[in-house]
């Protein structure tokens, strides 16, 4: 086996299938398609040749039927939790999954109702549900690392599922939020249809007994049995630190990250990046970016390009954000997270909830800033109504601290409020912010074109589940498997399903000894 490169305008795709023809006799693997666009935009494609009968097609995991088999309760049916649960599928246990929200189609009612009306349903919104929170944001692939496990694994189920079969090969893969609820539908359809069990509005409350013989039980009374729990709640599902905590369970604050969205004009982000040779037909150009400022990791963060803003509260009077794109990314403002980088140590106080609280008092202050402009004497008439508003602020005003007079078009549909971001968010970000925004190597980025909007928070848990580095249990209940962004043990959908697929592996080990 060889590798090679072969390099091609980004204007025209080559003829892969007619170069591939003349190998002489080689097999030609495609293993990685990436856009080099440091000089004249070029597609590059990295093959793997080789000789007839070497090359060994990477294989599906094989489910079985576990409808008789042993249990394991898998609470979450986000990444981690579907990735643990196919595994156990080919381990030959039954998963039962417990899921809060609903599932993967009857949740976009409640996130519809979350954008036009800015009604929360606590249980049923972008971060709970089917699919969890990656459901419904771009669905972007970032783990390339072999490090924490066999990416293969995972993309190739995602392809068998529904996926493109480009996320094999790109450098940078997505699926698309128009594609990712049939990819969720079809994960279920395959562990329902080999003896796993699903059950929706079923909120985790409580969880008792031991090693051997749990049982679960949920807020409208339901429970389950079984000898091991894998949990993957995700990482904004506070009340199940809550209630670790009741129960004497061990819990650390853990640094997460915090800041803002940023929408461009998408063909602000083309001409930057494509050094102004972008054409209709060429991918929409994404960007990232880290600096350091004073201490800390200021730094891009789920870049959205041809996408939306989506209101991602979990909690009435709070005003949180993401990001989201279709599998084509066609739309017309490219939208990504900035944030700063925030450690136990940058919070005052004590105890494993600090982070958290601190969390969430800032995403109520972005919800009450705009209640009093809302309720203000002088309001203008024009000031949107719906209760998910967002404060927001234009990049070039927001770094020499004055109100943006005039808000520019943007893709959050419940509207924005003009408001002094550079006060309501806290100094140790707003600082930070504003001294990396002029000096991004991204031509044309700092601009007054570019609008910021509070607040970009739910990067990852700030809180972490401790557990054994061995065996993967809760360090305070064996039997126990925490896992995914929830536990603090990942972050996005990659990573998240090979950590639910070790924690799957590592339960399966312990109930065979």
Not at 400 to 417: A, C, D, N, Q, W
Not at 452 to 474: A, C, F, K, N, W
Request: proline letters at 6%.
């Amino acid at each position: 086996m060889f590798e090679f490169e072969i390099c091609v305008p980004l204007s025209r795709e080559p003829r892969l299938k007619e170069i591939e023809a003349k190998a002489a006799g080689m097999q030609w693997v495609l293993k990685k398609r990436s856009i080099d666009a440091r000089k004249e935009p070029v597609w590059r494609y990295r093959y793997e040749a080789y000789a007839p009968g070497e090359y060994v097609e990477p294989q599906l995991p094989e489910y079985k039927n576990v409808a008789d088999a042993q249990p394991v309760i898998v609470v979450g049916a986000g990444p981690a939790g579907m990735f643990a649960a196919l595994k156990l599928l080919s381990l030959g246990l039954k998963p039962i999954i417990l899921e809060r929200g609903k599932n993967v189609h009857e949740r976009k009612l409640d996130m519809a109702k979350l954008s036009r009306e800015g009604i929360v349903n606590p249980e049923s919104n972008y971060c709970f549900g089917e699919g969890g929170a990656g459901a419904f944001s771009d669905g972007k692939l970032y783990t390339r690392s072999s490090k924490r496990g066999d990416i293969s694994e995972v993309l190739l189920q995602l392809v068998e599922f529904g996926a493109s079969k480009a996320i094999l090969t790109d450098a940078h893969p997505h699926i698309g939020s128009d594609k990712l609820p049939t990819v969720v539908e079809n994960i279920r359809n395959c562990i329902t249809g080999h003896g796993g069990e699903y059950h929706f509005a079923a909120k985790v409350v409580d969880i008792k007994g031991s090693k051997g013989d749990f049982e679960v039980i949920c807020e409208d009374g339901r429970s389950w049995k079984a000898g091991s729990i894998i949990l993957a709640t995700g990482h904004s599902a506070r009340d199940i630190y809550e209630m670790l905590d009741r129960k004497g369970g061990s819990l650390e604050a853990k640094g997460f990250a915090l800041g803002v969205r940023v929408e461009h004009p998408q063909e602000k982000i083309n001409w930057a990046q494509y050094h102004g040779t972008w054409k209709p037909g060429m991918p929409a150009a994404e960007y990232s970016f880290v600096e350091q400022q004073d201490g800390r990791g200021v730094f891009s963060f789920c870049m959205c390009p041809g996408g939306i803003l989506v209101p991602s509260s979990t909690e009435p009077g709070t005003v949180v954000l993401n990001g989201m794109s279709n599998s084509a990314r066609s739309g017309k403002f490219a939208n990504a997270g900035v944030v700063v980088q925030i450690e136990p140590e940058d919070v005052p106080g004590d105890g494993p909830f600090k982070l958290l609280d601190w969390q969430r008092a800032v995403e109520r202050s972005m919800f009450d800033w705009c209640a009093s402009a809302r309720d203000a004497k002088d309001a203008p008439k024009d000031l949107p109504t719906n209760l998910m508003a967002a404060p927001a602020q234009r990049m070039e005003d927001f770094c020499l601290g004055r109100l943006s007079k005039k808000m520019p078009e943007t893709s959050y549909f419940p509207g924005v409020i003009s408001a002094p971001l550079h006060e309501i968010l806290p100094p140790i970000v707003a600082d930070r912010l504003r001294k990396v925004f002029p000096r991004v190597k991204i031509r044309n980025y700092y601009t007054n074109a570019a609008l910021l909007l509070g607040v970009e928070s739910r990067t990852s848990s700030p809180i972490r589940i401790p557990r054994d580095d061995i065996s993967l249990e809760y360090v305070s209940l064996q039997g126990i498997y925490p896992c995914g962004e929830g536990a603090g043990y990942s972050g996005g959908i990659v990573s998240s399903a090979i950590d639910g697929i070790r924690c799957a592996e590592a339960a399966s080990q312990a109930m065979n000894k």
